[in-house]
Structures are given as C-alpha cells and as structure tokens.
C-alpha cells in the first residue's frame, strides 16, 4: 500500500504515523507494558492501521512481544520509543 506521508529517512528518523495517499488510513504503532508479579515485564509492541475518520483500529501488522524485560531496561525503552524490536 502506497504512503502519502514522508517514508523513513537514511538518518533513521521515522514519522509517529504514516497517511495513505487517499487519506484513509492512519498507519502508527503502539506499546502495552504489562508488569507480572516477579518484576520484570511483558512489552507488546504493534504496528498497526487505524481508520483517519474514526480512529478505529483496521488492522495489526506486526507484532513484537518481548517477556522477562526488566523495569527500565534498554530494550524495553527501545520498545516503548521507537517499536523498535526485531
């Protein structure tokens, strides 16, 4: 699907939310930090389409689910910043 915002950049910069051509579609990503009982974390973190009108939520297209993050950590900084895990 063709964007109609400005695509990622070489210096690494990307754009919070990416608009299709006709305006429609809103692509973004989110983060869920779910802390468990023995003190570490499970992030999720999604790349995801909502609809621009309603805000909705169209599609998921990538899931990224990291367990056992520790509070503060690096990684978990990165997936909150910048969805960033791979």
Do not use: F
């Amino acid at each position: 699907m063709p964007l109609g915002s400005p695509g990622a950049e070489p210096s690494g910069y990307v754009p919070q939310a990416l608009v299709t051509p006709n305006g429609n579609v809103v692509v973004t990503s989110t983060v869920q930090n779910y802390h468990q009982w023995y003190g570490r974390d499970t992030v999720v973190a999604q790349i995801v389409e909502l609809s621009a009108r309603t805000g909705k939520l169209i599609a998921v297209l990538y899931t990224v689910t990291k367990k056992y993050v520790a509070p503060g950590d690096s990684g978990a900084g990165l997936l909150d910043q910048e969805c960033a895990a791979a």
